[in-house]
Nanobody, 118 residues
Framework: QGQLVESGGGLVQPGGSLRLSCAAR???????????MYWYRQAPGRQRELVAS???????TYADSVKGRFIISRDNANKKVALQMNDLKPEDTAVYYC?????????WGQGTQVTVSS
């Protein structure tokens, strides 16, 4: 069922911004559009945690730790999901993963590294 490819990670100073993108490749719109999309992250030595999600109806949820700083969005025409990250903190350092859920099936990307450091 296609492939999820993340991009946009990198090194940024505290207080800076990054925009992550996730492209769903090899799937058709009738599969992407009803999918629930997620951004997760995993820091070294820690469990993977949910950062944000967006439903097919564009209902958005956020972890308390990123509320007011991160914004998730989706572009169904191009089968992409983005995560705008503002006011980044060192504790946001992690590998960020895109995930797609449709019915009982869940698919993951390979992840993109975000490092927040001065």
């Amino acid at each position: 069922q296609g492939q999820l490819v993340e991009s946009g990670g990198g090194l940024v100073q505290p207080g800076g911004s990054l925009r992550l993108s996730c492209a769903a490749r090899g799937i058709i719109s009738s599969v992407f559009n009803p999918s629930h999309m997620y951004w997760y992250r995993q820091a070294p030595g820690r469990q993977r945690e949910l950062v944000a999600s967006i439903s097919s109806a564009r209902t958005m949820t956020y972890a308390d730790s990123v509320k007011g700083r991160f914004i998730i969005s989706r572009d169904n025409a191009n089968k992409k999901v983005a995560l705008q990250m503002n006011d980044l903190k060192p504790e946001d350092t992690a590998v960020y993963y895109c995930s797609r859920e449709l019915g009982s099936q869940v698919y993951w990307g390979q992840g993109t590294q975000v490092t927040v450091s001065s």
